[in-house]
C-alpha cells in the first residue's frame, strides 16, 4: 500500500527563513507524488506534482521539491519565507492507473507552517 | 472559467439525521472525488464518480453514498449521522481521459459539517 509521512506537525519559521517541510513516501511503484497547500477556511490548492520527469520539480509561489528515490523522500522547500505562506501543506501520494484520472490520493497528516515577523 | 463549487459552505446537523452535499466540478472535468477531512487530520477519499457510476471506493461505511449527474455534478449522501462525521467535505474533479501529471485535481473550498 502506498503511504506519506510527514515528519513534524507544525513548523515555525521567520520571515525571509528557509522552509524545509518533510515528506517521506512508501510506495511498491514509481510514485505520483504532489504537494497540496491549505489555507484557512479554503479547500486544497496544488503547489507541485512529480511524476518521474525530473527530480526537482518547481511549483508556484517560489516552492520547489527535490524527489530522492533513495532516501524515499519528497521534501518541500522555499528560500526565503514570507508572511503569506502562512498555511497547512499537505503531501500525498497517488494510487491507480497512471494512465488514467482514475486515481485516488493518499494524503499526509499536514504540516502547519507559521511564519513569524 | 468557473473552478470546483460545493454548497453549503457550512451545515449544522443533529446525530441520527441525513444530509446531502452538492458539487459543480471545474469546467471540462468530467470526474468527481470526494474527500473526508476530520480536523487536524488529511483528506481521506470517500469514493469516486465517472460515468454517473461509483468508480472506486475508500474504507467508509454504506451509510455514506454518492449520485453523478449527466451534467457531472455530483451529490454525497451520509445517513444516519454520527458526532464523528463532523468534518470538511472535499469535493476534487479531474478529466478521466488525463493522467495524475497532466490531470491534477482540482479542490473546491469544501462543506464544514458539524453534527451536535
Known amino acids: 500500500a502506498q503511504s506519506v509521512t510527514q515528519l513534524g506537525s507544525h513548523v515555525s519559521v521567520s520571515e525571509g527563513a528557509l522552509v524545509l517541510l518533510r515528506c517521506n513516501y512508501s510506495?511498491?511503484?514509481?510514485?505520483?507524488l504532489f504537494w497540496y497547500v491549505q489555507y484557512p477556511n479554503q479547500g486544497l490548492q496544488l503547489l507541485l506534482k512529480?511524476?518521474?520527469?525530473?527530480?526537482l520539480v518547481k511549483g508556484i509561489n517560489g516552492f520547489e521539491a527535490e524527489f530522492k528515490k533513495s532516501e524515499t523522500s519528497f521534501h518541500l522547500t522555499k528560500p526565503s519565507a514570507h508572511m503569506s505562506d502562512a498555511a497547512e501543506y499537505f503531501c500525498?501520494?497517488?494510487?491507480?492507473?497512471?494512465?488514467?484520472?482514475?486515481?485516488?490520493?493518499?494524503f499526509g497528516k499536514g504540516t502547519l507552517l507559521t511564519v513569524n515577523p | 472559467d468557473a473552478g470546483v463549487t460545493q454548497s453549503p459552505t457550512h451545515l449544522i446537523k443533529t446525530r441520527g439525521q441525513q444530509v446531502t452535499l452538492r458539487c459543480s466540478p471545474k469546467?471540462?472535468?468530467?470526474?468527481v472525488s470526494w474527500y473526508q477531512q476530520a480536523l487536524g487530520q488529511g483528506p481521506q477519499f470517500i469514493f469516486q464518480y465517472y460515468e454517473e457510476e461509483e468508480r472506486q471506493r475508500g474504507n467508509f461505511p454504506d451509510r455514506f453514498s454518492g449520485h453523478q449527474f449527466p451534467n457531472y455534478s455530483s451529490e454525497l449522501n451520509v445517513n444516519a449521522l454520527l458526532l464523528g462525521d463532523s468534518a470538511l467535505y472535499l469535493c476534487?474533479?479531474?478529466?478521466?481521459?488525463?493522467?495524475?501529471?497532466?490531470?491534477?485535481?482540482?479542490f473546491g473550498n469544501g462543506t464544514r459539517l458539524t453534527v451536535t
Open positions: 500525498a501520494v497517488s494510487h491507480g492507473d497512471s494512465g488514467g484520472s482514475n486515481y485516488k490520493l493518499t
Open positions: 510506495s511498491s511503484v514509481p510514485p505520483y
Open positions: 469546467s471540462g472535468h468530467d470526474t
Open positions: 512529480y511524476t518521474s520527469a525530473a527530480t
Open positions: 476534487a474533479s479531474s478529466f478521466q481521459l488525463d493522467s495524475a501529471y497532466n490531470s491534477p485535481l482540482h
